[in-house]
C-alpha cells in the first residue's frame, strides 16, 4: 500500500512538472512588437537623414503605435521579458531582421 502512495504521488509530481515546460520563444514574442520596433527603427533613421527635428520623431513613433495596436508599455514590458531570457533574445532578433529584410524588399 505504501509502494502505491509513493507511486501516485511521483506520478502526480511529474504531471506537475510536465506542465510547467517553458513554451517556445517563438509563440511569446509578439510579432505586432516586432513590426512596431523594425518600422520604429525605419522612422528613427529617416529622421537622421531628414534632418527633422525631435517633434517629428515622436509624432512618428505615435501613429507606429497607433498604427500597430500596441502601446509604449506593452512595447517596453514585451522587450524587458525578452531581454530576460537569451535564447528569446535571439528570436526577437531573428525576427526583426526578417521583417527589416523584408520592409527593404518591399520598397
Known amino acids: 500500500m505504501r509502494t502505491q ?3 501516485l504521488i511521483f506520478l ?3 504531471a506537475f512538472s510536465c506542465t510547467n515546460k517553458k513554451p517556445d520563444s517563438v509563440s511569446t514574442i509578439d510579432t505586432l512588437v516586432v ?3 523594425a518600422d520604429s527603427l ?3 533613421e529617416e529622421v ?3 534632418g527633422s527635428d525631435s517633434t517629428v520623431f ?3 513613433i505615435d501613429s507606429l503605435y497607433r498604427i ?3 502601446s509604449r508599455e506593452n512595447v517596453h514590458t514585451s522587450i524587458g521579458k525578452y531581454q530576460k531570457d537569451l535564447s528569446t533574445w535571439k528570436e526577437f532578433y531573428e ?3 526578417k521583417r527589416l529584410e523584408y520592409l527593404r524588399t518591399r520598397e
Request: charged share 5%; no cysteine; net charge positive.
Open 58 to 60: 515622436a509624432l512618428g
Open 5 to 7: 502512495h509513493l507511486l
Open 95 to 97: 525576427m526583426l531582421v
Open 12 to 14: 502526480i509530481g511529474i
Open 68 to 70: 500597430h495596436g500596441v
Open 42 to 44: 525605419v522612422w528613427s
Open 48 to 50: 537622421k537623414l531628414g
Open 35 to 37: 513590426n512596431f520596433y
